[in-house]
C-alpha cells in the first residue's frame, strides 16, 4: 500500500515536469522559426512544391517509372515550363512596368486636379492652399518607383552588404529544387519516422486526423491554385479586351489574388478601377472594368470553385484571411505560407476535442 501510494506521486510528478519541459521546448522552437523566418523561405517553398507534386510524382510510380527517374522529369518539366513562362511574358511586363513609371507623373497631375476641385468645393481651402499643398505632396510621389529603382540598384551594386542580400537571394532561390528533390525522394520515410516516436495505442487516432489535415489541406492548396491560375488567364483576357492600362501585370494579379476570398474585390477591382479611370478619363472603360468583375467573378463561383474546391476544405473566409494576415505579420511570407496549414491543423485538432470531450 504504501509503496503504490508512494509511486502515484511521484510518477504524477514526473509526469508533469515532463510536461513543463516539452512546453518549454514548444516556446524555444517556435522562437527559433520566428527568428530565422528569412531562412526559412526555401524550406518552406520547397516542402509546398513537394506536397503538391507529390501526388503527380506518385501516379508516374504506378505506370512503374522509378521514383528519382519521376521527380527529375517532374523537375526538369517544371523547369522548362518556368522558363518559358519567364522569356515569354518579361518583356511585356517590363515593359508595362516602365510605362507605369513614365506615366505616373502625368497620372498624378489628373488626381491632382481631381483632388483639387473636391477641396475647393467642399471648401477645405482656398485655391491657392489646395494647390500648393497637392503639389509639394503628390509630384514627389511620382518620382519613387524611379528613385526606388535607381537606389536599390546602386545598393546591390556599390555596397558589400547589398551585394551579399543579392549572392544570398539567388542562392535561397537556387536551394528550392534542390531541397524539392530531396524532400520528394523521401516524402514518405518522413511520415514513417514521425510515427515512430507516437506511441503504438495513439497512431492510429493521429494516422486519421493527419489523414483529415492532409485532406483539407490538398483540397485547398491544389484547388484554389488552379482557380489562381485560371482567374489569371481569364482577368488578362477581360482587362485586354477593355483596353485596362498595364492588363498583363493587373490581370495576373487581380486573378493570383481571387486564390484568397475577397481579395479580387477589395484590391483588384479598386486599382483596376483607378488606372483606367486616369488613363480614360470616361465613363465607358470603368463600366467595362466592371462588367468583367461581374463576369468573372461571379461565374467562378457558381462553376469553377465547386468544381475544383468543393465543400471539402471547411475553412471559412474569414478564418483564412485572419490566418493569411497574422501570419504575415509573424514571419512575413513564409507566415503567409504556413498560415493556412497552421490553420487547418488548428481546425482539425478542435475537431479532436469536441470528439473526444463534447460529442
Do not use: C
Not at 498624378?108 to 468645393?121: D, K, M
Not at 537571394?169 to 524539392?180: D, N, R, W
Not at 463561383?301 to 504575415?328: D, E, Q, T
Request: glycine share 8%; proline share 5%; aromatic share 12%.
Amino acid at each position: 500500500m504504501t509503496g503504490s501510494g508512494t509511486n502515484g506521486p511521484e510518477s504524477q510528478h514526473l509526469f508533469t515536469w515532463k510536461r513543463i519541459w516539452l512546453i518549454l521546448i514548444l516556446i524555444a522552437t517556435i522562437w527559433i522559426v520566428i527568428s530565422a523566418r528569412a531562412a526559412l523561405f526555401p524550406i518552406v517553398t520547397a516542402f509546398v512544391l513537394a506536397y503538391l507534386l507529390n501526388p503527380i510524382v506518385e501516379s508516374m510510380e504506378v505506370k512503374k517509372i522509378p521514383r528519382t527517374a519521376a521527380i527529375l522529369i517532374l523537375l526538369l518539366a517544371l523547369g522548362v515550363f518556368l522558363l518559358l513562362l519567364w522569356v515569354s511574358i518579361t518583356p511585356l511586363v517590363t515593359e508595362q512596368a516602365l510605362a507605369f513609371s513614365r506615366r505616373l507623373p502625368a497620372y498624378l497631375r489628373v488626381v491632382e486636379g481631381w483632388l483639387e476641385a473636391a477641396l475647393i468645393q467642399l471648401q477645405v481651402a482656398r485655391p491657392e492652399e489646395a494647390k500648393k499643398f497637392l503639389s509639394e505632396n503628390l509630384a514627389a510621389l511620382g518620382q519613387l518607383p524611379l528613385d526606388a529603382l535607381r537606389t536599390g540598384g546602386s545598393f546591390l551594386l556599390r555596397t558589400t552588404k547589398g551585394l551579399l542580400s543579392l549572392i544570398i537571394g539567388v542562392a535561397f532561390l537556387a536551394l528550392i529544387p534542390i531541397l524539392t528533390f530531396y524532400i520528394l525522394r523521401d516524402f514518405g520515410q518522413f511520415g514513417d519516422a514521425f510515427y515512430n516516436y507516437i506511441p503504438p495505442r495513439y497512431r492510429g487516432e493521429v494516422r486519421r486526423r493527419l489523414n483529415r489535415l492532409n485532406e483539407m489541406l490538398g483540397s485547398f492548396i491544389r484547388g484554389q491554385l488552379i482557380v489562381g491560375i485560371t482567374l489569371s488567364i481569364l482577368y488578362t483576357l477581360g482587362f485586354f479586351l477593355a483596353d485596362v492600362p498595364f492588363w498583363l501585370i493587373l490581370g495576373i494579379l487581380t486573378g493570383m489574388s481571387s486564390m484568397f476570398p475577397y481579395v479580387e474585390w477589395i484590391a483588384g477591382l479598386p486599382i483596376s478601377l483607378i488606372f483606367t479611370t486616369i488613363q480614360h478619363q470616361d465613363w465607358t472603360h470603368p463600366l467595362a472594368v466592371l462588367l468583367v468583375f461581374g463576369i468573372i467573378s461571379p461565374m467562378a463561383g457558381m462553376f469553377l470553385v465547386p468544381r475544383v474546391i468543393g465543400g471539402r476544405v471547411g475553412l471559412h473566409p474569414v478564418v483564412v484571411i485572419s490566418a493569411i494576415l497574422m501570419g504575415g505579420e509573424l514571419m512575413g511570407f513564409v507566415g503567409i505560407l504556413l498560415a493556412v496549414p497552421f490553420a487547418a491543423a488548428i481546425k482539425v485538432g478542435i475537431e479532436f476535442v469536441h470528439d473526444q470531450y463534447i460529442g
